[in-house]
Antibody
């Protein structure tokens, strides 16, 4: 079965960076695109970007002003999301998910990132 | 960015009764490839979102047939024919026609 296991909760100080991992199983990793979506408390989800796990091509939301980088390790079937220059507004749950024909059909359990001084 | 709006904000429903959620976009969601990439997601408390409907009206695997989607262009609707207790959740529409993909503000469905 399709499954994602994300890394554990993080607490970061303003100005720091965070790297969240997402390990995939149950499908052919390199045949799919993996996206990242975050959700601040009580807010609607926000799309951050995605990576083609096969060729490594990425697409990012310009709303993050170049602060987000998504990479993958095909040998480990793992996708990483790096977010830099953190502020309190980046406090959110970060979700990875598999994309098929522009629909996210399976989601990870989420990783809480808290930014606090 | 495409702006997505939803109505109502909250929908208290009697068990076994229908519920309907409206989703509107401020521009057409018809992609140049002819598809309309409008999805509906369900999010139960403390859970990640779950795909219910994709490309307006296609139910995802395992989704009960009491959920249905309709619409075109800029106006879309999610209907639950008979609400069950397990349907208590926040429902989001999401467009994937244009980057960045965007979500509606959500509609909370709960039981009267």
């Amino acid at each position: 079965q399709v499954q994602f296991v994300q890394s554990g909760a993080e607490v970061k100080k303003p100005g720091a960076s965070v790297k969240v991992s997402c390990k995939a199983s149950g499908f052919t990793f390199t045949s799919h695109t993996i996206q990242w979506v975050r959700q601040a408390p009580g807010q609607r989800p926000e799309w951050m970007g995605w990576i083609n796990a096969g060729n490594g091509n990425t697409q990012y939301s310009q709303n993050f002003r170049g602060r987000v980088t998504i990479t993958r390790d095909t040998s480990a079937s793992t996708v990483y999301m790096d977010l830099s220059s953190l502020t309190s507004e980046d406090t959110a749950i970060y979700y990875c998910g598999r994309v098929l024909e522009k629909r996210c059909d399976y989601w990870g359990q989420g990783t809480l990132v808290t930014v606090s001084s | 960015d495409i702006l997505m709006t939803q109505a109502p904000f909250s929908s208290p429903v009697t068990l076994g009764q229908p519920a309907s959620i409206s989703c509107k976009s401020n521009q057409s969601l018809v992609h140049r490839d002819g598809n309309t990439y409008l999805s509906w997601l369900q999010q139960r408390p403390g859970q990640p979102p779950r795909l219910l409907i994709y490309k307006i009206s296609n139910r995802f695997s395992g989704v009960p047939d009491r959920f249905s989607g309709s619409g075109a262009g800029t106006d879309f609707t999610l209907k639950i024919s008979r609400v069950e207790a397990e349907d208590v959740a926040v429902y989001y529409c999401m467009q994937a026609t244009q980057f960045p993909f965007t979500f509606g503000p959500g509609t909370k469905v709960d039981i009267k």
